[in-house]
């Protein structure tokens, strides 16, 4: 499995921007898809996840009503649209994969088992 972010970059308080990320995966097989943040200094923190089978989603809530996650089966690829960005949203944002038929409420941020290269978004005050 391959995941591959793209979207990335540097906004404003306010902005709005979107995440993608590819992803190379086994057919038949089902994932918990999900994104991170990481500030530097700081343990990586789940924002938002999707299930490739079940289609249940979960935020942080920090990003509660500004994020949302989506998954388009056609294209293998997962987004993370962020509207309404803070300048406390900065920081690397990683695409994960966790083998599962769906995600689920108390463990959706654990137990990754792919990761992506990462993608920085800066926002500016």
């Known amino acids: 499995v391959q995941l591959a972010e793209s979207g990335g970059g540097s906004v404003q308080a306010g902005g709005s921007l979107r995440l993608s990320c590819e992803v190379s995966?086994?057919?038949?097989?089902?994932?918990?898809m999900s994104w991170f943040l990481q500030e530097t200094g700081k343990k990586r923190e789940g924002v938002a996840a999707?299930?490739?089978?079940?289609?249940?989603?979960f935020y942080a809530d920090s990003v509660k009503g500004r994020f949302t996650i989506s998954y388009d089966n056609a294209k293998n690829s997962v987004y993370l649209q962020m509207d309404t960005l803070k300048p406390e949203d900065t920081a690397m944002y990683y695409c994960a994969a966790k083998v599962a038929h769906d995600c689920w409420p108390t463990s959706w941020s654990l137990g990754v088992n792919y990761w992506g290269q990462g993608t920085q978004v800066t926002v500016s005050s």
């Open positions: 999707i299930g490739t089978g079940g289609g249940s989603t």
């Open positions: 995966i086994s057919v038949n097989i089902n994932y918990c």
